[in-house]
C-alpha cells in the first residue's frame, strides 16, 4: 500500500477527531441536497485535505461531511473525481480506500445516467443490479494491495443482493417506483452517439454514466457491500429530440422527489439495524 493512502486516512482521522464511518455515502451529480437532511460532526473540504483530489465539475460540492445520522456513523462525498478530469484512475478510487481504512464497511454510491432501458423515463430511479465495466480502464491495474483484497477478485456479485432488497423494500414502504437494471460505464466526457446507445442496448445496458464502476471495483476488491442508485437525468442519445448539456442534467434535480432520500435514511438505518 502507498503511504499516500495511510497518509491521507491519518490526516483525515486527526481532522476530525477519529471518526471511524460505518457507511460511505457517495452524492452524484445533483444529490448534494441530501447533506441538508445531516447535522455534520464534522465537514471537511477536498482541499483541505492534503493529497486528496480535488473535483472541477459543476453539481459536486467536493466536500466530506462526516455524521451521526439514522443510527450510524457515514461519511458522505458530496461529490466525487472523475476519470475524464484527468485523474490516474487510482487517485478516483483514492477516497473509497483512504475511508476503508477508517472502518467503513459499505458503500452506497448515486450517480446520474441516461436512460437506454425504453421502459426508463426521465426522473426515475433504477436500483443498480449489475454494470458493465468493459470500458473501465480497471482500478485494480498495477500493484495489488494485499491490505485490501486478493490479486483477482470475483465480481459475480459487485452489488450486494441482501442491501439490494432492503432496498426495494424500502421503496415499497414509502411509495418509490424502483426500476431495476444494469449499469454501463464510458469515460466521457463527451455524451454518447446515437449509435453508442445502440450498441449499449444491445449489450444489455440499462443506463449508461461516467462514474460509479470504479469505486464499486475499489470497494468490492476491499470487501467492502456496496448498493447502488442512478437517476435517469435523460433519455440517451437519439431516444429523444432533445441534445444533451450537463447543465440539463444537473437542472432534473431540482424537482427529485423527497421520496428518494427518504428512501437513504432508511436503507442507512436498515444498515443500522443488521450491524446489531
Known sequence: MTTNIKDIAKTIGKLTGGFAPQI?????????????RVKAERTLSFSEIESFPRTSVAGHKGKLVFARHMGQDI???????HYYEGFKMQDVVLPIRALRLLGARNLIVTNAAGGINEDFDKGDIMLI????????PNPLIGKNYDEFGVRFPDMSRAYDRELGEVAKDCAKKIGLSLKRG???????????????????????????????VPEVICAR??????????????????????????????????????KFYALLDMLIERISDEKK
Do not use: W
Not at 460511505?24 to 441538508?36: E, P
Not at 443490479?129 to 473501465?136: A, K, T
Not at 448498493?227 to 444533451?244: D, P, W
Open 221 to 258: 476488491h476491499a470487501g467492502m457491500r456496496v448498493c447502488g442508485f442512478s437517476y435517469i437525468s435523460n433519455k440517451g442519445a437519439g431516444l429523444s429530440q432533445e441534445e444533451l448539456s450537463h447543465e440539463d442534467v444537473v437542472a432534473a434535480f431540482a424537482g427529485i422527489s423527497d
Open 75 to 81: 461519511a458522505i462525498m458530496a461529490g466525487r473525481v
Open 24 to 36: 460511505v455515502l457517495i452524492l452524484g451529480s445533483g444529490f448534494g441536497g441530501y447533506c441538508d
Open 129 to 136: 443490479e449489475d454494470h458493465i465495466s468493459l470500458f473501465c
Open 182 to 212: 444494469i449499469y454501463c460505464y464510458l469515460t466521457g466526457p463527451s455524451y454518447e452517439t446515437p449509435a453508442d446507445i445502440r450498441a449499449l442496448m444491445a449489450l444489455g445496458a440499462d443506463c449508461v454514466g461516467m462514474s460509479t
